[in-house]
């Protein structure tokens, strides 16, 4: 049972333009949600999260959106840059310690 | 500042052979600690976690076993591998949600 979805195992953007990634999560007593970047043969990196008493959170070119009656969120990327290219993960902390990431879309940004 | 070590980083093991893969935290106390499976071209599946010494919880039925025997330290064990075990092994740990991975393990089972 996959409690955080990324339907989008892949996405190709131009340069200079707008990338977003969407995830679905099932269970709305998830409260904190976080992205993460993964490079090939390395672990995750933190990108940004977000709390659900907000819906917005913004980290320089890094956007996340959250609409909790929809139970869906969103990262945007603004300018896309080809060093942006990766595998981008949404994961929810449902408190008790657990943390479930979704599987993944891999972003493609071209010059 | 805190760091965590994964080791090692690659392995190629036989069918039917152990394994152990360790994962040390330094520079924070009583952290949440996690060990992740990426097989290839799949997500980041959670295989255990642990809140404390001694606790595991177990999130995948599996021929895999993890052990906390100190506070920073994370084990994951095999008596008997499988070629299915073959993928990218995460060590991470957290505080209050935010985790922070390790370098990864690409273990080959042949």
């Known amino acids: 049972d996959q409690q955080v979805k990324q339907n989008s195992p892949s996405l190709s953007v131009q340069e200079g333009r707008i990338s977003i990634l969407n995830c679905d999560y099932t269970?709305?007593?998830?409260?904190?949600f976080l992205w993460y970047k993964k490079y090939p043969a390395e672990g995750p990196t933190f990108l940004i999260s977000?709390?659900?008493?907000?819906d917005k959170n913004e980290d320089g070119r890094f956007t996340v959106f959250l609409n909790k009656s929809a139970k869906h969120l969103s990262l945007h990327i603004v300018p896309s840059q080809p060093g942006d290219s990766a595998v981008y993960f949404c994961?929810?902390?449902?408190?008790?310690?657990?943390?479930?990431f979704g599987q993944g879309t891999e972003l493609s940004v071209k010059p | 500042s805190q760091t965590i070590h994964q080791w090692p980083a690659t392995l190629v093991q036989p069918v039917g052979s152990p394994l152990s893969l360790e994962c040390t935290v330094e520079?924070?106390?009583?952290?949440?600690l996690y060990w992740y499976r990426q097989a290839a071209g799949r997500g980041l599946q959670l295989l255990f976690y642990?809140?404390?010494?001694?606790?595991i919880s177990s999130e995948v039925p599996q021929n895999l076993s993890a052990s906390r025997p100190q506070d920073r330290q994370f084990i994951l064990s095999s008596k008997k591998l499988l070629l299915s075990d073959s993928g990218f092994y995460l060590c991470?740990?957290?505080?209050?949600?935010?985790?922070?991975f390790g370098q990864g393990t690409r273990l080959t089972v042949v």
């Open positions: 642990s809140v404390g010494i001694g606790q």
């Open positions: 991470a740990w957290s505080v209050e949600g935010r985790a922070f």
């Open positions: 269970n709305s007593m998830f409260d904190y």
């Open positions: 994961a929810a902390y449902p408190g008790g310690g657990k943390l479930i």
């Open positions: 520079g924070t106390s009583n952290p949440n």
């Open positions: 977000i709390s659900s008493i907000k």
